[in-house]
């Protein structure tokens, strides 16, 4: 298929691509990497008539430690984010699940804002985000605001995100040093979304848990943050019977579709099946 006829604009500031979207309102859409938004315009499932690349913007580049908290510019690409020392010291879960999305050619180009603002339910940053207790800045006529990854997503496709907004950085707390962390990802081949996916990131004082954060991807029309679970499996020593009531918990909060990945029954299943493998490759990383 071929997209419909589009006027392509290609801005070199924040503000100039906020007035852009603000000119033409729901006529228009950013493009970041482009993975999720060219596919739906090739398939007319979207027909913007003005398309905004960001791909010019300088400010939207880079990776900055602003002392307990990681900020990501949006159109840093994955590629970048696998090669950032600085992420692989102080969030390496980041680069275990870059390493995870599609191939080496989708990760050159597509970006960590791409990937969390268009509410796609099957990107895999997303639950990672509400894994990390990450907010998003988003850009606008009026200026910044911040929204936490948490309260983000409303359905498929649809989040707090303005039409006139820009999501313009990542902003992560840092976990603390010698956490443990794991994002397991049942797919059916390599660039394939999940059938089911958990991200997890735990801390353990003297055998036990002293926190732990979980969430799950492609399970629900949102990424799903597991509260419950994590709060489970809080004070325990991650025993048998503890972690069956966390998988429990998480896996009454899934609501997936059935569909090519299989049916409904067993992608819940299979969430908490890398659930349980996240939580046990967290705990062999995690320091006492």
Do not use: W
């Amino acid at each position: 298929m071929i997209p419909g006829a589009f006027t392509y604009h290609r801005p070199s500031s924040v503000a100039e691509a906020v007035a852009i979207l603000v000119s033409h309102g729901d006529e228009a859409r950013p493009l970041s990497g482009g993975h999720s938004l060219i596919p739906m315009m090739k398939l007319r499932m979207a027909a913007p008539e003005h398309l905004v690349d960001l791909g010019g913007i300088a400010d939207l580049k880079g990776i900055s430690d602003d002392g307990g908290t990681i900020t990501i510019r949006a159109m840093t690409t994955q590629h970048e984010l696998i090669a950032s020392d600085l992420l692989a010291s102080k969030l390496p879960i980041i680069r275990e699940t870059s390493l995870l999305i599609a191939d080496p050619q989708i990760r050159y180009v597509g970006t960590l804002g791409g990937n969390v603002a268009n509410g796609d339910p099957g990107n895999d940053m997303p639950a990672l985000m509400q894994c990390l207790n990450a907010t998003y800045v988003l850009t606008g006529p009026d200026g910044e605001r911040e929204v936490p990854a948490r309260d983000f997503y409303e359905a498929a496709y649809f989040t707090a995100l303005a039409p006139e907004e820009i999501l313009t950085a990542v902003r992560i707390p840092v976990p603390p040093a010698g956490h443990g962390y794991a994002y397991e990802k049942l797919k059916r081949k390599v660039g394939d979304y999940a059938t089911a996916a958990a991200a997890v990131v735990l801390t353990l004082e003297g055998g036990s848990v002293s926190f732990c954060s979980i969430a799950l991807t492609n399970v629900a029309d949102t990424p799903l943050f597991a509260q419950e679970a994590g709060e489970i499996l809080a004070g325990s020593t991650l025993d048998t019977a503890t972690v069956a009531r966390a998988v429990a918990a998480a896996e009454a909060i899934t609501e997936p579709a059935s569909d090519g990945r299989g049916p409904a029954e067993y992608r819940t299943k299979m969430a908490g099946v890398m659930l349980q493998r996240a939580l046990a490759k967290a705990a062999r990383r995690a320091s006492n």
